[in-house]
């Protein structure tokens, strides 16, 4: 998921947020169960305490259909949430590559279907990709998907299973470039690919495009060329009654969305599954400190 890097506008953080909020005024912040999902959760949890919210934790709380129904039960007023997750696992609908696309139809669906709100969108696309070494790159003249689509008989993939049956996996590179027919196919747990990349157990992994690790192991990205891979850009889901009740809550909330880039998801990513091993809640605080925004 790294395929053309926005930028955030670091303008809109120059100007701080002309907000005030009382000690009555207390929001629910969520997230699901892995290292972007936590430090999104504190990156929005540590922004509205500095504009003056009282902001009650639910961090980790595991999958989306978990999240979901925590808004539902009004156990929780907002969690960060992918496009591409909420079209294709809430939704189920079709994969969809263009951003503004993909951000109006869930925009609209969980309006009309769960009284949910999407804030706006972010820069930052943690999209599907498929990674390889600079070796096995080299070696067979990889840049793109269709190269890759051509190679693949010759190469091994390291992917979770769900990659071999979902309408944005597998199949759907067969479908949209032909080729793709892997020597071998490997199951790789999703904390141990780039280990297996790494020890030359398999040559490609899939891989989402601001994970951390393809950095550190300067990995290469290959080239999404025909568009299959879901946008998967992050806002924040808001229970509509808390928006009504606090309307300025939008207002610091769009604001740490607009600062998201991939490049710097990827580093605070990596500052928290890389050798530092730093908690989500303090790379969140230096981030938004270095922003005026905590």
Not at 24 to 53: M, P
Not at 147 to 159: F, I, N, S, V
Not at 218 to 246: C, G, N, Q, S
Request: hydrophobic content about 40%; glycine content about 6%.
């Amino acid at each position: 998921m790294d395929l053309s890097r926005a930028r955030a506008l670091g303008l809109l953080a120059a100007a701080p947020l002309a907000v005030s909020c009382g000690p009555r005024d207390t929001v629910r912040a969520g997230s699901k169960n892995f290292t972007e999902e936590l430090i999104l959760g504190e990156l929005y949890a540590q922004a509205a305490e500095h504009a003056g919210f009282a902001v009650t934790r639910r961090l980790n709380l595991g999958t989306t259909d978990i999240a979901m129904a925590a808004l539902h039960r009004n156990e929780l007023d907002f969690y960060p949430e992918y496009t591409g997750t909420a079209l294709l696992n809430v939704l189920h609908l079709p994969p969809e590559s263009d951003p503004k696309r993909a951000y109006t139809t869930v925009k609209n669906a969980f309006e009309k279907q769960y009284g949910l709100v999407w804030l706006d969108q972010s820069p930052m696309n943690d999209t599907q990709a498929l990674a390889t070494t600079q070796s096995v790159a080299g070696r067979f003249s990889l840049e793109k998907l269709s190269d890759l689509a051509a190679k693949a008989g010759e190469l091994r993939l390291g992917c979770v299973p769900e990659f071999l049956s979902r309408a944005d996996g597998l199949p759907g590179l067969q479908k949209r470039y032909g080729g793709f027919r892997f020597k071998a196919t490997k199951i790789v747990d999703n904390g141990l690919k780039y280990q297996a990349l790494e020890h030359g157990d398999v040559d490609v992994v899939i891989a989402f495009s601001t994970e951390g690790q393809l950095k550190a192991e300067h990995l290469i990205v290959l080239e999404d060329d025909k568009h299959l891979f879901p946008a998967y850009h992050v806002a924040p889901v808001v229970r509509r009654e808390i928006l009504a009740a606090k309307p300025q809550l939008a207002t610091v909330l769009n604001k740490v969305t607009a600062l998201l880039n991939d490049d710097d998801m990827q580093n605070m990513n990596l500052d928290v599954d890389g050798s530092a091993k730093r908690e989500p809640a303090d790379v969140a605080r230096d981030f938004l400190k270095a922003h005026g925004l905590a």
